[in-house]
């Protein structure tokens, strides 16, 4: 196993210990969905233990709600730009290959010809 993945693995089980020591159990049964733990809270754990706590156990909503609405179009608007950047340049590679493929080729069956 990795480093990385045992990282991992501590990560989400000191979440699920942390979800397990919520003072009532009762609202435990009632809400077997926030037992599970999402990708992105593992982001919000690493980055800061005590907001993940607050904003999943304590349901602590952050005061900043606009800027983390604002943060999130504008990173999801960085995506897109980031992956047609990234197919613009594979059909870049696949032109460039095709091209000298073509000349390579014109080439080859001129010399064969004379």
């Not at 993945?5 to 609202?27: C, G, H, K, W």
């Not at 032109?95 to 014109?106: C, D, E, P």
Request: hydrophobic share 45%; proline share 2%.
């Amino acid at each position: 196993m990795s480093d990385k993945e045992t990282a991992l693995r501590f990560i989400l089980q000191r979440m699920a210990y942390e979800l397990d020591t919520v003072s009532n159990p009762i609202d435990n049964l009632e809400h077997m969905g926030d037992k599970w733990i999402r990708a992105s809270e593992i982001n919000d754990y690493i980055y800061c233990q005590r907001a993940w706590w607050l904003k999943r156990v304590d349901n602590y909503a952050p005061e900043n709600v606009h800027e983390l609405v604002e943060g999130t179009a504008y990173h999801r608007e960085h995506g897109r730009i980031a992956r047609r950047a990234t197919l613009t340049q594979r059909l870049a590679y696949a032109l460039i290959f095709i091209t000298v493929s073509f000349i390579v080729f014109t080439l080859l069956t001129s010399l064969a010809i004379s």
